[in-house]
């Protein structure tokens, strides 16, 4: 990464796949250019959030005009390393971790879940989307220190001495499913996604915020 991207705030950048997404499809189907109330209302962010987030990287969007589609999905690609696959490890093939290695992120070709791990014998040696299952014993070997990102769907109770082992393995970012909180150390990365967590919060904003 350099300087320049480096400098963009981590609320933008977390925006930026769905940003790249929408743009995609729109070059897809031949438009060459966006204006900020059409990416608002396709993306569901507003549109002085939109037009601050593309200043960051010199995208002024022309009034009448828009943003040209072109040149931010330029951007984005070397911003997101569209053009590199990322590998990365799922731990934990229970229901949601199945589901996941099902989906692989099949719409997006620059992630791939590469290997499985888990610990019931009867789930290591199988198979699932094409993803092996690997016993978790084997880790280190296994991604050598050239995968660095994983999914965490294990049961909560497992999930830090897991996370421990895979620091150990050379992991730097963690996709945690889990309700668990992880200690790790600062060179780690946790993204935290509690899936029940997320709906109460939904339920939660109907009820008492109704649009
Ligand atoms: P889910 O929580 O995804 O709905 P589930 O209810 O089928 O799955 P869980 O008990 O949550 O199963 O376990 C998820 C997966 O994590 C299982 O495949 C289980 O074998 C695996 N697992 C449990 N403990 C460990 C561990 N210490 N290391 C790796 N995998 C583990």
Sequence with gaps: MD?????IPQATA???PLYYRFLES???SGKHRVSSSELSEAVKVDSATIRRDFSYFG?????GYGYNVNYLLTFFRKTLDQDEVTKVIL????????ALLNYNFSKSNNMRIEMAFDVDENKVGQEIGNVSIHHLNNIEELIQGEIEVAILTVPANAAQPIADQLVK???KGILNFTPARLSVPENVRIHHIDLSVELQSLVYFLKHYPM
Excluded at 3 to 7: G, N
Excluded at 59 to 63: E, V, Y
Excluded at 91 to 98: H, K, R
């Design 91 to 98: 731990v934990g093939v229970g229901n949601l971790g199945t």
């Design 14 to 16: 977390k925006r930026l």
């Design 26 to 28: 729109l070059q897809s």
């Design 169 to 171: 393995a050379g992991i």
């Design 3 to 7: 300087i320049e991207q480096a400098k």
């Design 59 to 63: 995208a002024l969007g022309k009034k």
